[in-house]
């Protein structure tokens, strides 16, 4: 018999892998979404949230002008120290930094008790000086007496009841004591006189005890403090006339191209969007460290100004036609200005010509038309997108 075939034993049946979810089969596809949708967030982030408006204006083509530029200060025209005239102590300030004050407005007054003391002591002596004065001299009763004693001798002698000399000794006294009675009056005045010169001298000197301004103006700076002891000669306080001038620090380059009667654009940082006009009225004769003092006044006198405001001043000495010009401060430091060119900021570096506080002449770096960053280039950098919003012509 033959042998059958061997049989394949039967199979056991196999577990199918267990069905993945519809997370676990698209993971990756999440995982691209994400990072599509992050990439776009950042792209649109940083090259479209973040674009920022900037204010810019065009190199155009216009006049140059060359000037010379200074420091300005408002200063009073006229200023004065008050000092004190005496030793005292300051009792009382009738006045603060910045009032307005009169000429011989009490500004402050001092005391001294040694000297308040003479000034009572004086006053005193006056008063009794003056009652001795009313009572007469002393020895007015017996000059009074001694007329009478004559009178009644000169009648005894003419009745010829007394010798005549008896009567020429009278009336010697009665010389004696008219004499002495005019010198007695005579003192009494002289007393009366002089405490009376002397009540003045101390009361002349309490009025120096009250110090008064030297002018109209007004108060600039105090020095001292109430209770303080002053020596003679004390800085008290600072008086400015209320007329205001311009006073200009420029370099000792310079000045020698300056003359009285030249016209200066003035600047105030008090009013930033405001150009004043003024007009040269002298050039100091000493330097303080090696910058002159130049005055001007303003031509519009009905501007306010207040001592103390600072600002910046150019005197115009030349031009330049048909010049490449941008506003000044589109320039930052080391002469680099911020452009913007389709959108995105570069730096470029410029030479500079004539130049003023409102214009600058570009001899190179920059060309006819292209927009430049005016205002807060910090927070502008190459390769930045902005938009030239409310752009400004220079």
């Known amino acids: 018999m ?3 075939p061997t049989m394949n034993p039967p ?3 196999q577990r199918m892998p267990p069905r993945r979810g519809f997370f676990a089969r698209t993971w990756i596809l999440w995982v691209l979404l994400l990072l599509c949708a992050g990439g776009g967030g950042a792209y649109y982030y940083y090259y479209y949230a973040t674009i920022a408006s900037a204010e810019v204006a065009y190199v155009k083509r216009g006049t140059a002008v060359t000037s010379v530029y200074g420091t300005v200060n408002v200063d009073p025209v006229e200023q004065i120290i008050v000092r004190t005239r005496n030793n005292g102590m300051l009792s009382a300030w009738k006045v603060k930094a910045g009032d307005a004050v009169k000429k011989d407005q009490v500004l402050a007054e001092m005391t001294d008790d040694t000297f308040q003391r003479q000034l009572d002591s004086a006053q005193s002596n006056l008063a009794q000086a003056k009652i001795r004065q009313s009572l007469g001299p002393a020895s007015a009763p017996a000059l009074k007496n001694q007329e009478i004693e004559v009178d009644k001798v000169t009648k005894l002698v003419e009745a010829g009841n007394l010798a005549q000399v008896e009567l ?5 006294k009665l010389i004696q004591l008219r004499d002495q009675v005019q010198n007695e009056a005579i003192t009494l005045d002289n ?3 002089s405490t009376q010169r002397i009540l ?5 000197q309490l009025k120096e005890n009250q110090l008064v301004s030297p002018l109209d103006g007004i108060v600039l700076n105090i020095y001292a403090n109430p209770g303080e002891f002053l020596p003679p000669q004390t800085q008290l306080c600072r008086i400015g006339s209320a007329a205001n001038e311009i006073v200009a620090s420029v370099n000792e380059e310079d000045i020698g191209d300056l003359k009285p009667g030249m016209k200066a654009q003035i600047r105030l940082y008090a009013y930033p969007d405001k150009d004043l006009t003024g007009t040269l009225l002298s050039v100091g004769s000493s330097s303080v460290n090696q910058a002159y003092p130049v005055r001007f006044s303003l031509d519009d006198t009905t501007q306010n100004l207040l001592p103390g405001m600072t600002g910046e001043m150019n005197v ?3 031009e330049h036609k048909d010049a490449l010009t941008i506003p000044t401060r589109a320039i930052r430091h080391g002469y680099t200005v911020l452009t913007v060119e ?7 570096t410029v030479s500079i010509g004539f130049k003023t506080l409102e214009t600058s002449e570009i001899t190179s770096g920059l060309t006819e038309g292209t927009a430049v960053i005016l205002s807060n280039q910090d927070l502008y950098k190459p390769g930045m997108h902005v938009r030239e919003l409310n752009a400004k012509d220079n």
Do not use: W, Y
């Open 2 to 4: 033959s042998q059958s």
């Open 11 to 13: 199979r056991t049946a």
């Open 168 to 172: 020429d000794k009278e009336k010697n």
């Open 191 to 193: 007393d009366v006189d």
């Open 200 to 204: 003045d001298g101390l009361q002349a």
């Open 316 to 318: 115009i000495l030349g």
């Open 342 to 348: 389709d959108g995105v900021v570069h730096a470029a």
